[in-house]
């Protein structure tokens, strides 16, 4: 019976339906602890107020319960602390997000729960999200509205307050990006526009007067949105609130650094799920701070996406075309064998040569060409020089291309050479065969070959530091300055943002739960590119089925 067993197959049907099993479980696995660890950052902990006294002196310590471990008694007694009064093996310490950055050494520390005297969770106290500095902790004393204390305490009132700083510092920030931004943008174009004409030698009276004339004209425009600029940053620096710290000493902090406040303790389950869900809003769309260990990233998630795209754009065509005449052209012969083993190849060499690649070949001998023959007048700054956003797609379309070209191989081999004859005999040309019979049919095998580029473009990141991604871009490639979509920008993305706020970070504790948000945010944004990618081929499978038959 076994021996027959083993003959029918079954028990190699069950080892790769096991394996399967176990791939798909200890993928969904790391993504569950992945999704845990980041998407469990932004829900609204309790916040507690700790007595200590022991091996460190009496004071009192505010915070987020963050982490705890069991550590060995003898490793504490060697980092000299005094624990000859306890008889456990181990002791627990507990890692507390203090916040209060100005006034402490580390916003995070470690507390041995020997010295914790008494531990409470006390209602009305109140966590400061800022714009600097990080988050605050305390109990609001009272709050200074126009210079004047307010009688109405209310956490209501505090809320109002906060929201009005918010709106006029957005206000302020869209006008100095857009308006402001726009005309600094057209004064920098009228100069290179005037070294242009120098190096012409076609700077005229008239031209230096009519350059001279759209200055002013910007500059007085100018003047009147800086003034709008200042009124509203003086607006927003208004009001304060006064808060009693850990440290029992009165503390006032301007409400225009307050991005939001809560106070965890009294808040119920739906007030929590609430404000769990606007903090995932603003990870998602807003900027980053504090050396990207604080605030969104919403750069890194356009950077990534707009890179994507404009490699697919591509990498599409030149793929598709060069599969077509390697199958459909070309000859059978040695020429053909070695590229196509060449190709092959090429998807094996790592990602960091092709990094080296473009930026020797595409930045400095592509870019510095075109910066000499139609930016001169921009020297010695760089223009296309240097590195940048179509830089980096193109890098990437290289590396995938060979991934795009088997693909869309297979395809063409699927097709019967009768589909291809009876068009032929039917009085079609060859191109004509190939536009309307054969790319249409092989345009699933297409789409997937895209997807599995889309996929590996998407995560790469060795390359990426070489040829445009940076840790901060000030603005993103797509603006309201003509022309609008800005391919020579440097640019963020989800996978260096990771790398960096992992291990460039100089707040490691803080960083950490952004790396797993980030982590899980990039596979997201990989699994929704592949999602329509797969959606796109499933609808092409269906329309060009018929030709099949």
Same mark, same amino acid.
């Given at each position: 019976?076994?021996?027959?067993?083993?003959?029918?197959?079954?028990?190699?049907?069950?080892?790769?339906?096991?394996?399967? *099993?176990? *791939?798909?479980?200890?993928?969904?696995?790391?993504?569950?602890?992945?999704?845990?660890?980041?998407?469990?950052?932004?829900?609204?902990?309790?916040?507690?107020?700790?007595?200590?006294? #022991?091996?460190?002196?009496?004071?009192?310590?505010?915070?987020?319960?963050?982490?705890?471990?069991?550590?060995?008694?003898?490793?504490?007694?060697?980092?000299?602390?005094?624990?000859?009064?306890? +008889?456990?093996?181990?002791?627990?310490?507990?890692?507390?997000?203090?916040?209060?950055?100005?006034?402490?050494?580390?916003?995070?520390?470690?507390?041995?729960?020997?010295?914790?005297?008494?531990?409470?969770?006390?209602?009305?106290?109140?966590?400061?999200?800022?714009?600097?500095?990080?988050?605050?902790?305390?109990?609001? +004393?009272?709050?200074?509205?126009?210079?004047? =204390?307010?009688?109405?305490?209310?956490? +209501?009132?505090?809320?109002?307050?906060?929201?009005?700083?918010?709106?006029?510092? +957005?206000?302020?920030?869209?006008?100095?990006?857009?308006?402001?931004?726009?005309?600094? /943008?057209?004064?920098?174009?009228?100069?290179?526009?005037?070294?242009?004409?120098?190096?012409?030698?076609?700077?005229?009276?008239?031209?230096?007067?009519?350059?001279?004339?759209?200055?002013?004209?910007?500059?007085?425009?100018?003047?009147?949105?800086?003034?709008?600029?200042?009124?509203?940053?003086?607006?927003?620096?208004?009001?304060?609130?006064?808060?009693?710290?850990?440290?029992?000493?009165?503390?006032?902090?301007?409400?225009?650094?307050?991005?939001?406040?809560?106070?965890?303790?009294?808040?119920?389950?739906?007030?929590?799920?609430?404000? /769990?869900?606007?903090?995932?809003?603003?990870?998602?769309?807003?900027?980053?701070?504090?050396?990207?260990?604080? #605030?969104?990233?919403?750069?890194?998630?356009?950077?990534?996406?707009?890179?994507?795209?404009?490699?697919?754009?591509?990498?599409?065509?030149?793929?598709?075309?060069?599969?077509?005449?390697?199958?459909?052209?070309?000859?059978?012969?040695?020429?053909?064998?070695?590229?196509?083993?060449?190709?092959?190849?090429?998807?094996?060499?790592?990602?960091?040569?092709? #990094?080296?690649?473009?930026?020797?070949?595409?930045?400095?001998?592509?870019?510095?060409?075109?910066?000499?023959?139609?930016?001169?007048?921009?020297?010695?700054?760089?223009?296309?020089?240097?590195?940048?956003?179509?830089?980096?797609?193109?890098?990437?379309?290289?590396?995938?291309?060979?991934?795009?070209?088997?693909?869309?191989?297979?395809?063409?081999?699927?097709?019967?050479?009768?589909?291809?004859?009876?068009?032929?005999?039917?009085?079609?040309?060859?191109?004509?065969?190939?536009?309307?019979?054969? =790319?249409?049919?092989?345009?699933?095998?297409?789409?997937?070959?895209?997807?599995?580029?889309?996929?590996?473009?998407?995560?790469?990141?060795?390359?990426?530091?070489?040829?445009?991604?940076?840790?901060?871009?000030?603005?993103?490639?797509?603006?309201?300055?003509?022309?609008?979509?800005?391919?020579?920008?440097?640019?963020?993305?989800?996978?260096?943002?990771?790398?960096?706020?992992?291990?460039?970070?100089?707040?490691?504790?803080?960083?950490?739960?952004?790396?797993?948000?980030?982590?899980?945010?990039?596979?997201?944004?990989?699994?929704?590119?592949?999602?329509?990618?797969?959606?796109?081929?499933?609808?092409?499978?269906?329309?060009?089925?018929?030709?099949?038959?």
């Amino acid at each position: 019976m076994v021996k027959q067993w083993f003959k029918s197959g079954s028990p190699w049907i069950w080892m790769t339906g096991g394996a399967v *099993s176990i *791939s798909l479980i200890s993928v969904l696995g790391l993504l569950a602890m992945i999704a845990w660890k980041g998407l469990s950052f932004f829900w609204p902990s309790e916040v507690v107020e700790l007595e200590l006294n #022991g091996s460190v002196a009496k004071q009192t310590v505010i915070g987020e319960i963050y982490d705890r471990e069991m550590v060995p008694k003898s490793r504490l007694e060697a980092a000299g602390y005094d624990l000859s009064a306890f +008889d456990a093996e181990d002791i627990e310490r507990i890692l507390v997000k203090t916040g209060n950055r100005e006034y402490v050494e580390l916003d995070f520390r470690w507390v041995l729960s020997t010295d914790i005297m008494k531990q409470s969770i006390p209602a009305k106290l109140a966590v400061f999200e800022r714009s600097k500095n990080g988050n605050f902790y305390g109990y609001v +004393d009272h709050i200074v509205e126009n210079g004047q =204390v307010v009688e109405n305490q209310s956490v +209501d009132k505090l809320h109002e307050l906060v929201e009005r700083a918010v709106d006029l510092n +957005d206000e302020a920030l869209d006008l100095q990006n857009g308006d402001i931004g726009h005309i600094n /943008y057209e004064l920098e174009r009228l100069r290179l526009k005037e070294k242009g004409y120098e190096l012409d030698n076609a700077l005229t009276d008239e031209r230096v007067a009519d350059l001279q004339a759209q200055r002013v004209a910007l500059r007085d425009e100018y003047k009147v949105f800086e003034k709008r600029l200042f009124e509203l940053r003086n607006q927003a620096k208004r009001d304060q609130v006064v808060v009693r710290d850990m440290r029992g000493e009165l503390v006032t902090l301007p409400i225009y650094q307050v991005l939001d406040v809560w106070f965890p303790n009294d808040m119920g389950t739906f007030a929590k799920v609430v404000h /769990y869900l606007s903090q995932l809003g603003k990870f998602v769309s807003d900027d980053p701070r504090e050396a990207n260990t604080e #605030g969104g990233v919403f750069p890194a998630i356009f950077g990534t996406v707009f890179m994507v795209m404009l490699m697919a754009v591509i990498v599409t065509p030149f793929g598709v075309v060069a599969a077509i005449y390697l199958h459909e052209y070309a000859a059978k012969n040695a020429v053909t064998k070695m590229i196509r083993i060449a190709v092959i190849n090429l998807a094996g060499v790592p990602s960091i040569v092709y #990094g080296v690649f473009g930026l020797g070949f595409f930045v400095y001998v592509l870019g510095g060409s075109l910066d000499q023959l139609f930016y001169p007048e921009a020297a010695p700054s760089p223009v296309f020089g240097t590195p940048g956003v179509i830089w980096s797609a193109l890098t990437l379309a290289i590396l995938t291309l060979p991934v795009v070209i088997v693909s869309t191989e297979e395809g063409l081999s699927r097709i019967p050479s009768s589909v291809r004859h009876g068009s032929l005999a039917l009085g079609a040309t060859q191109a004509e065969t190939l536009w309307r019979i054969i =790319v249409p049919m092989a345009s699933p095998a297409i789409m997937t070959g895209l997807i599995l580029a889309v996929a590996r473009a998407a995560g790469e990141v060795a390359p990426l530091m070489l040829v445009g991604v940076v840790k901060m871009a000030p603005t993103l490639p797509l603006d309201g300055n003509f022309p609008y979509i800005h391919l020579d920008r440097k640019f963020m993305h989800l996978g260096f943002h990771i790398y960096d706020v992992g291990f460039q970070s100089p707040n490691v504790e803080a960083a950490r739960p952004l790396v797993y948000a980030t982590a899980f945010l990039l596979v997201s944004v990989i699994i929704a590119l592949n999602i329509t990618a797969i959606g796109i081929r499933n609808h092409l499978r269906e329309k060009f089925r018929s030709l099949e038959h």
